[in-house]
């Protein structure tokens, strides 16, 4: 069962474009979501990270947007660079219990020059 | 600060073979400790986690375990490989305690079982 869906698979945009990742979950017990950028083998590193507490959090070109009456929430990138193409994962951690994370599927992203 | 190293960095092993893949951490204490498995153009697949020493939980019933000798020291291991092992093995690190804090990724190690 998956708790949070993200979406698109993947996503082509031109230099300068505005890639909008969503992410979706449903355990209302999930109170930390952060997003992973990962290039071809690496490991994911943290890019951004939000609690429901507010709705909105930049940082540089990244924005995340959370909306948790529709237990919602997305990432954009704003002035895309070809440096930016990877893939992109969301995640939710509860706030007890394992402390497991629940990952999205991941977001291919390719941004054209 | 803190980091977390994985090795080796890759790694093509014949079916039937053992598996010892090694990951430390530096700059914590009793941090929370992860295995995940990433097949090609998947996702993160989760596959141990620790919260001390020798306290290890399995995520997923398969041909691999894990231990923790060390408080910064998470081993993943198989008897006998299998072609279905193959993929992108991640250690990953927590604070200890509360889950709202992130996770810390390692460069990984990728595997090919042949």
């Known amino acids: 069962q998956q708790q949070v869906k993200q979406s698109p698979q993947s996503l082509i945009v031109q230099k300068g474009g505005i890639p909008i990742i969503n992410c979706a979950y449903e355990n209302t017990a999930f109170d930390y979501f952060p997003w992973y950028q990962q290039f071809p083998g690496k490991g994911p590193a943290l890019l951004i990270a939000i609690r429901p507490d507010v709705s909105e959090k930049k940082e540089g070109r990244f924005t995340i947007s959370f909306n948790k009456s529709a237990k919602q929430f997305s990432l954009h990138i704003m002035d895309s660079q070809p440096g930016d193409s990877a893939t992109y994962f969301c995640?939710?951690?509860?706030?007890?219990?394992?402390?497991?994370?629940?990952f999205g599927r991941g977001t291919s992203l390719i941004v054209h020059p | 600060s803190q980091t977390i190293h994985q090795w080796p960095a890759t790694l093509v092993q014949p079916v039937g073979s053992p598996l010892s893949l090694e990951c430390t951490v530096e700059g914590t204490s009793n941090p929370n400790l992860y295995w995940y498995r990433q097949a090609a153009g998947r996702g993160l697949q989760l596959l141990f986690y620790?919260?001390?020493?020798?306290?290890i939980s399995s995520e997923v019933p398969q041909n691999l375990s894990a231990s923790r000798p060390q408080d910064r020291q998470f081993i993943l291991s198989s008897k006998k490989l299998l072609l279905s092992d193959s993929g992108f093995y991640l250690c990953a690190w927590s604070n200890e305690g509360r889950g709202t804090d992130t996770q810390y990724f390692g460069p990984g190690t990728r595997l090919t079982v042949l």
């Open positions: 995640a939710a951690i509860p706030s007890g219990g394992s402390y497991i994370p629940t």
């Open positions: 620790s919260v001390g020493i020798g306290q």
